[in-house]
């Protein structure tokens, strides 16, 4: 699939997630400088809400939907980061979340995401695809699915 995404729809997510992301600082890195050549700056996203970058995407995800997919909530798949992103993007957004996370997840990461409002549906990752979980969902009960990858 093909998601040209430019200048505009950056600074549209922007204005979308003022005040509601954390505004994570840059470090530099003086020994990838030197290694590199170059002025290597990193982004401090394990800094942001919920720990990871995800989270900016998640919420924008669902900031972005119309008032009746809204209403009608969303549904994820995930092993941790996009599922706590989505679920506390959800719950900021007064929005339903059904998140479907493997059974052997870390804990923590299926208590963050039930902490964040989220409904979690386990599946063994072995025997089940989470891909066909989340579709099913959305399909019977009309949520959007929010893939953890490709998406503009």
Do not use: W
Not at 29 to 51: D, P
Not at 70 to 79: L, N, Y
Not at 89 to 113: C, E, Q, R, Y
């Amino acid at each position: 699939m093909d998601f040209a995404i430019g200048p505009d729809d950056v600074r549209a997510a922007a204005r979308r997630l003022d005040g509601v992301a954390h505004h994570t600082p840059l470090l530099e890195s003086r020994r990838l400088n030197t290694k590199l050549g170059g002025r290597v700056l990193l982004k401090a996203e394990n800094l942001q809400r919920t720990g990871s970058f995800k989270f900016r995407g998640g919420y924008n995800a669902i900031a972005m939907l119309t008032d009746d997919q809204k209403q009608a909530g969303v549904v994820a798949f995930s092993s941790g980061n996009h599922a706590q992103g989505v679920a506390l993007g959800a719950h900021l957004l007064g929005v339903s979340a059904k998140i479907v996370m493997p059974t052997d997840a870390p804990p923590n990461k299926l208590a963050a995401t039930r902490g964040y409002g989220a409904e979690v549906i386990t599946y063994n990752r072995y025997t089940e695809s989470r891909e066909d979980i989340g579709a099913e969902l959305s399909e019977r009960e009309g949520r959007v699915l929010i893939k953890p990858y490709d998406n503009p």
